[in-house]
C-alpha cells in the first residue's frame, strides 16, 4: 500500500510558475513508477507526465511538453512536477498516482495508487 499526497497548487497568473509535491509513504517507494494527471472540470482525467522508478525516462503531453519537468527524489519519497509558463487551460485539480512497475505509463488505469489532488487555477 502507498499514500500520496499532493501539495503546492495554488492560483497564478498567465505566464507564472508552481511547483507540486507529492509525498510518499508506506510499502517501498520503489520500484514504482510515477504519474501526474489532471482533471477539469466537466472534462475527463487527463495524462500530464510520467518518470521511471529510478529517473530515467520520462515522458509528458503534448500539451505540456518543455514547460512542465517532473522529478523525483527516491529517497526522500517524493515526486515534483515544476510548471512554468502555465495557461489557463492548465487548470485542473492535479493528481499525483504511483503504478507498481519500474517503467512509466501514459495509461491512468495502470496506476493503482493516486493521491487526492491539488487545485492549481491560472488566471488570464
Known amino acids: 500500500q502507498v499514500q500520496l499526497v499532493e501539495s503546492g497548487g495554488g492560483l497564478v497568473q498567465a505566464g507564472g510558475s508552481l511547483r507540486l509535491s507529492c509525498a510518499a509513504s508506506?510499502?517501498?517507494?520503489?520500484?514504482?513508477?510515477m504519474g501526474w494527471f489532471r482533471q477539469a472540470p466537466g472534462k475527463e482525467r487527463e495524462f500530464v507526465t510520467t518518470i521511471s522508478w529510478n529517473g530515467g525516462y520520462t515522458y509528458y503531453a503534448d500539451s505540456v511538453k518543455g514547460r512542465f519537468t517532473i522529478s523525483r527524489d527516491n529517497a526522500k519519497k517524493m515526486v515534483y512536477l515544476q510548471m512554468n509558463s502555465l495557461k489557463p487551460e492548465d487548470t485542473a485539480v492535479y493528481y499525483c498516482a504511483a503504478r507498481a512497475s519500474d517503467g512509466g505509463s501514459r495509461w491512468w488505469n495502470e496506476y493503482a495508487y493516486w493521491g487526492q489532488g491539488t487545485q492549481v487555477t491560472v488566471s488570464s
Open positions: 508506506g510499502r517501498t517507494f520503489s520500484p514504482y513508477a
